[in-house]
């Protein structure tokens, strides 16, 4: 453990992977002035990062030069802010930030401000490199089932709060895309909530989702899908009440829509979709949450202050339950990590990453790269 004072003043320079006009990405020298850690955020000295889609999607979206990429990062704590009271300097996290927006910090870098409130505190046996697959995957899991499907946490299932667990029936969710990143997430805290889970997955990965506590997987390919999942639900009874869309394209979010039962219910998704979409069936609502408005406005997407207590709650309690005792590899009991594979070492293995994502020769697995 390195020994950092609880705060401290400071500049300093650091190298930081940045965009450039034409849609690359280059090295480049960010300075930091001590003023500009703010009171709610933490220093973080960067181990390992995680590579998402939307490392590159943001460019494409936001179109700011100079701007530094990366939003999940893993790493030590140089100094926390003068409001910050739940970290120290020398702890362990995992953070994000709003890649490909802001010209002076990102998480592609050797250091990355994180809001203190968006950190995920790393238990002694997880490797930097499996913390840094963590954030956004599994907050954007934690944000859509507990907060915007209002389903119960794990604590709150254990604690008999959830009112299907007090009737003993369990209610049904689908996961459409349960091997994304936030699907392998959220088919284990679903399961852990009470609920009982459907997923889509490809048929080599049918068993893989099953082990992950899904009691059903289908083939997201299969013409049949729709009546597969309704039948497998029960349609006669309630069906399915919640849907986490993961894909959000591709025709993915209309089947969502047509597999829910006869009462209707809730189904969230991560992409925009169209208006139609949105308006498919008047007992089905339809919304979409980005992990992202925890931090503040993103697109047309506003800030979602409201959503964090219920994760910051979760994080404190749920989190360090769930955590503990984790095996690098295997996780715990309750709760398995993504397969990691390894990026070459330095910048240009996190562009090699980037690049990969960007013609989609990735699979069941998070790419975890290192700056140095």
Avoid at 278 to 291: F, M, N, Q
Avoid at 312 to 319: A, C, S, T
Avoid at 352 to 369: A, H, S
Wanted: glycine content about 10%; hydrophobic content about 40%.
């Amino acid at each position: 453990m390195m020994n950092f004072p609880k705060s401290v003043s400071l500049s300093l320079t650091y190298r930081a992977l940045v965009t450039q006009s034409g849609g690359g990405f280059k090295v480049a020298e960010v300075y930091l002035d001590a003023n500009e850690v703010k009171p709610h955020e933490v220093l973080v000295k960067v181990r390992a990062v995680g590579l998402n889609p939307t490392d590159w999607k943001s460019f494409d979206w936001l179109k700011i030069e100079d701007a530094v990429v990366g939003c999940d990062a893993a790493g030590d704590i140089v100094c926390v802010g003068s409001e910050v009271t739940r970290f120290k300097a020398g702890d362990r996290v995992a953070g994000f930030t709003i890649g490909c927006s802001q010209t002076h910090n990102g998480a592609f870098a050797e250091y990355v401000r994180f809001d203190a409130f968006t950190l995920l505190r790393l238990p002694e046996g997880m490797p930097y490199e499996e913390g840094a697959s963590l954030p956004i995957p599994h907050l954007t899991a934690v944000q859509n089932l507990h907060v915007h499907l209002n389903l119960p946490t794990p604590s709150q299932a254990e604690a008999k709060l959830s009112p299907s667990a007090a009737a003993g029936t369990p209610e049904t969710i689908l996961i459409w895309g349960g091997t994304t990143a936030t699907g392998h997430h959220a088919i284990q805290l679903a399961r852990l909530s009470g609920l009982r889970v459907i997923a889509t997955a490809s048929p080599q990965a049918f068993d893989e989702v099953l082990a992950l506590g899904a009691s059903f997987v289908f083939d997201y390919r299969d013409v049949d899908v729709v009546e597969k999942i309704r039948e497998a639900a029960g349609d006669s009874e309630m069906g399915v009440r919640y849907v986490l869309d993961t894909i959000s394209k591709g025709g993915a979010t209309e089947k969502c829509i047509d597999a829910m039962g006869p009462k209707g219910g809730q189904v969230v998704h991560l992409l925009p979709v169209s208006k139609d979409i949105v308006k498919r069936r008047a007992d089905v609502e339809v919304s979409l949450t980005l992990v992202y408005n925890l931090l503040g406005p993103m697109l047309s997407d506003p800030f979602r202050p409201q959503d964090r207590p219920p994760v910051q709650r979760y994080l404190e309690n749920d989190w360090i339950q769930l955590s503990k005792g984790w095996s690098n590899g295997v996780g715990t009991e309750r709760l398995k990590p993504q397969r990691i594979r390894r990026l070459e070492r330095g910048f240009d293995g996190i562009v090699d990453g980037l690049k990969q994502m960007r013609e989609g020769r990735y699979g069941r697995e998070k790419l975890v790269g290192y700056v140095c």
